[in-house]
């Protein structure tokens, strides 16, 4: 607590000025040395233009100023200012409640006010008085997402309730409650309410301080008051109000990265792309805040430079296909030509580096050797088992997606109605197997087998029988293809 008791009150002066009137700004409007407030009065009620409301306005730096708001409820002043202030506006209006609230200057700026004036209650014209508390409406935050504690970003933010009777105008301080801060359904890492219960002030409004913990996540804040006493005592209540809480520094136990394909097609090609991605966490597994930077580079190609995580902690990047490709010193040490690493890197508390990689391997058209036999004789009711390799011109695998197909064939009978021998063919599912995203060479990767077995043992003579070995994917968009042939008896 002692660390934001200290700038409670005047952040929340200002703060919360800002929050009602609505504040936004237009750094194009004014020269520099001038600040000018622009200001739009309409009545609560109706949001009807509040003519000839008196505008007086205060800065210990900048002077006192005036204005009258014309028919369409807008007044301007200007203020001369070489650095940053504030000023304090009163607003009056016959019939109307006073309306105080505070600007911070800043020079070269146009501040845009719209503010809303609450008429005097109707049951008693030009009376002070307000009736008992009805409902609580909650007036805004400064911020609705803060920063767990201890990363460097905001951690708290100043929430603002006024409580108001039953015509809608707010309580005085003859009706004063008190409000009790509740937080529900956080992520329990020690955020607090601070302080938990605020009596309201002469316009029904009260103020307090929400303080982030050590972890992330999405927190409701509610406002209850007791009223009445006895038989006739009730509570009102604020609907809950949400806030989040971002994650803290980057942490080396919760820094992933990895690729879209670890088996990129992209050797001999220019252009190509790749999705490399990232998910960054802080030390309680909580994904980091949002817009943490992560750096990336490349051996080999060219790839994107950084990111900003998003509110899970991710990011993503492209890897792009071309020089320099992954030979010789480009490519990754003991693995190497063909395959190369892509880090990412971020900051994690103190400056630390936070930093992984993943290795990918380029891999480039495909090509069917190492066929054998190439030639078979099969006797009767026998089997012949062959071997061959579908690989890159590195050895290396094909890309996921890759289908290899063996079918065999015998061609149509000497004499219609003929009985001829009939070939099985035994390799993968139905004759075909697809690679998935694989990067080492070795069996069902590279080296593959299958077995032609004679189908037909009633028939002794000799077929010829073809056998074709077919490969299809990202490294052979045109189908490549390989035959062989023999008899079968």
């Not at 002692?2 to 504040?23: E, H």
């Not at 100043?158 to 301080?173: F, K, M, N, T």
Request: proline share 6%; with cysteine.
């Amino acid at each position: 607590m002692k660390r934001i008791v200290s700038q409670v009150v005047a952040a929340t002066i200002v703060l919360c000025a800002l929050a009602m009137v609505g504040c936004k700004q237009d750094q194009s409007s004014a020269t520099q040395g001038e600040c000018v407030v622009s200001g739009i009065c309409l009545d609560a009620s109706t949001s009807a233009y509040l003519a000839d409301v008196a505008v007086q306005a205060q800065s210990v730096t900048a002077g006192s100023k005036t204005a009258t708001t014309d028919a369409n409820g807008s007044f301007h002043v200007s203020f001369s200012t070489d650095s940053s202030g504030t000023a304090t506006f009163t607003l009056k209006k016959t019939s109307y409640r006073d309306t105080t609230f505070v600007v911070t200057l800043s020079t070269g700026t146009v501040i845009a006010l719209t503010i809303p004036m609450a008429p005097k209650s109707v049951v008693n014209p030009g009376g002070t008085s307000s009736g008992l508390a009805q409902t609580i409406t909650f007036l805004g935050s400064a911020t609705q997402e803060v920063s767990v504690y201890g990363v460097g970003g905001k951690e708290t933010a100043i929430l603002g309730w006024e409580v108001r009777d039953s015509l809608g105008l707010p309580i005085d301080a003859n009706h004063a409650v008190n409000l009790v801060f509740t937080s529900i359904n956080g992520p329990n890492g020690g955020e607090y309410i601070s302080p938990p219960t605020v009596t309201t002030n002469q316009v029904g409004q009260a103020y307090t301080t929400f303080n982030a913990g050590t972890k992330s996540g999405v927190v409701q804040v509610t406002a209850t008051a007791a009223i009445g006493s006895g038989a006739s005592a009730r509570t009102i209540a604020s609907s809950p109000v949400r806030l989040v809480i971002n994650g803290g520094f980057p942490v080396q136990s919760h820094f992933s990265i990895s690729a879209e394909r670890h088996n990129f097609p992209a050797l001999g090609w220019v252009g190509k792309t790749n999705a490399v991605t990232v998910l960054v966490g802080d030390m309680y597994s909580n994904p980091v805040a949002p817009a943490t930077a992560v750096y990336f580079r490349s051996t080999a190609g060219v790839i994107q430079p950084s990111i900003f995580t998003t509110k899970d902690g991710l990011g993503t990047v492209t890897l792009y296909s071309g020089n320099p490709e992954p030979y010789n010193a480009y490519a990754a040490p003991v693995y190497g030509n063909g395959y190369h690493y892509v880090v990412a890197r971020t900051l994690g508390q103190g400056g630390v580096v936070v930093e992984d990689s993943t290795l990918l391997l380029w891999s480039g058209a495909g090509q069917i050797s190492n066929v054998a036999p190439t030639s078979f004789t099969i006797a009767n009711a026998g089997s012949q088992s062959f071997a061959f390799r579908v690989s890159d011109a590195l050895g290396h695998p094909l890309a996921a997606g890759t289908y290899i197909a063996v079918t065999a064939s015998i061609p149509p009978p000497p004499t219609t109605g003929q009985q001829q021998n009939q070939v099985i063919v035994l390799f993968g599912v139905n004759g075909t197997v697809e690679l998935a995203d694989v990067m080492m060479p070795g069996p069902g990767t590279t080296d593959f087998s299958f077995t032609l077995k004679d189908g037909t043992w009633s028939i002794t003579d000799a077929t010829p029988v073809n056998i074709t070995i077919n490969v299809l994917g990202p490294n052979v968009p045109n189908s490549l293809s390989y035959t062989l042939g023999g008899l079968v008896y």
